[in-house]
């Protein structure tokens, strides 16, 4: 059964992954929705359900910005991480969906 509130969209940014230390890695989405994403990340520090991170989006067309959002660890797979988002409030909401207005 299905659990997500959110339909994923496939989309590939580059992002980088802040954690609560300050170390900060780069990787790609694989899907993004309105609650949060997955990114693709195999060799990266260890992580648990339920940690903090920091996600920056990193030169988001049309105005080549940066954009950060405050997520937690929501599952762990042997390709990658999802995310939610937390703390969103309505600019948020905003950027993820021009984010996913302009897709094709």
Do not use: C
């Not at 989006?57 to 105005?63: R, T």
């Amino acid at each position: 059964m299905e659990k997500r509130k959110h339909r994923r969209n496939r989309v590939h940014l580059d992002v980088d992954l802040v954690y609560p230390g300050g170390e900060k890695i780069r990787v790609k989405t694989r899907d993004l929705s309105i609650g949060g994403l997955f990114v693709e990340a195999t060799d990266i520090e260890p992580l648990k359900e339920g940690d903090p991170l920091t996600i920056i989006f990193l030169s988001i067309p049309p105005q080549g910005i940066t954009y950060s959002i405050k997520a937690k660890v929501q599952r762990l797979t042997q390709n990658g991480i999802a995310v939610t988002f937390i703390d969103f409030g309505l600019e948020d909401l905003q950027f993820i969906d021009s984010i996913l207005s302009s897709l094709p």
